[in-house]
């Protein structure tokens, strides 16, 4: 569907989404050159995905494995693939070829799994650990006090790379409520640095309703959907 006949400007959401990041970067003392936006594309149309390729997005996210290996087949390696969505172990050999990140490891087994797929695939899988921060049963992720523990683990797997963390602040129409959160993941990455000697690169947080709270306290990795494509179909 074209933006006449659902009124959808991405190009136009693109650039709005890029200047509001460059103002929280600048408020927090940061280069925008820092922040990338991957631009969430779950149960968007590849039409879509095109456009906002086309109005300069370089990381598209995907939450689900089949969905994803769709569009990428028709799109290819023109921008990185992220998995941003809870991965199935039975789901690794897949995912492990057609992402370029796959931010949403939390367990030694997924992280082997992942490992073993890009072995065989001559490659190695950059991953991010995900951190439940909320503490919110309905969230996958590793508690904070268990991230050390698993950090080690993913480290010795053959086949992957940990590159960073990642979290889901608790949606609030108060954005100023997840902010203690995106806070301890970011504290919690500088302390794993330090306790590991693992380079941390990406913090991963922060949303369409919520991107420039997280920026402010270190992402650099936001993952924003209906801010870039609109409202996402039922």
């Known amino acids: 569907m074209s933006k006449a006949q659902d009124g959808v400007d991405i190009a136009a959401n693109v650039a709005r989404i890029r200047e509001r990041m460059a103002r929280a970067a600048e408020r927090s003392g940061r280069s925008p050159d820092d922040l990338t936006l991957v631009?969430?594309?779950k149960l968007v149309a590849a039409e879509k995905v095109r456009e906002a390729i086309a109005a300069g997005v370089r990381d598209i996210g995907e939450n689900y494995v089949q969905e994803a290996a769709a569009k990428r087949a028709q799109m290819g390696a023109a921008v990185r693939w992220h998995m941003?969505?809870?991965l199935q172990r039975n789901k690794a050999r897949q995912a492990a070829e057609i992402f370029d990140?796959?931010?949403t490891v939390?367990?030694?087994r997924l992280a082997q799994a992942?490992?073993?797929q890009a072995e065989a695939l001559g490659r190695v899988s950059p991953v991010l650990i995900q951190v439940n921060t909320s503490g919110e049963p309905t969230k996958s992720g590793v508690r904070p006090e268990d991230a050390e523990e698993l950090l080690i683990a993913v480290r010795e797997a053959p086949g992957v790379a940990v590159e960073g963390l990642m979290t889901i602040g608790r949606w609030d129409p108060d954005t100023e409520r997840a902010r203690p959160e995106f806070r301890l993941l970011a504290e919690l990455a500088r302390k794993l640095e330090d306790r590991t000697g693992v380079r941390?690169?990406?913090?991963?947080?922060?949303m369409s309703h919520d991107f420039e709270v997280a920026i402010a306290e270190g992402a650099n990795l936001?993952?924003?959907?209906?801010?870039v494509f609109g409202p996402r179909p039922a």
């Open 114 to 116: 992942i490992g073993r």
């Open 106 to 108: 939390d367990s030694e």
């Open 200 to 206: 941390l690169r990406w913090l991963s947080m922060g």
């Open 84 to 86: 941003i969505g809870h």
């Open 222 to 227: 936001v993952r924003v959907g209906t801010g």
């Open 39 to 41: 631009a969430v594309a």
């Open 101 to 103: 990140i796959i931010q």
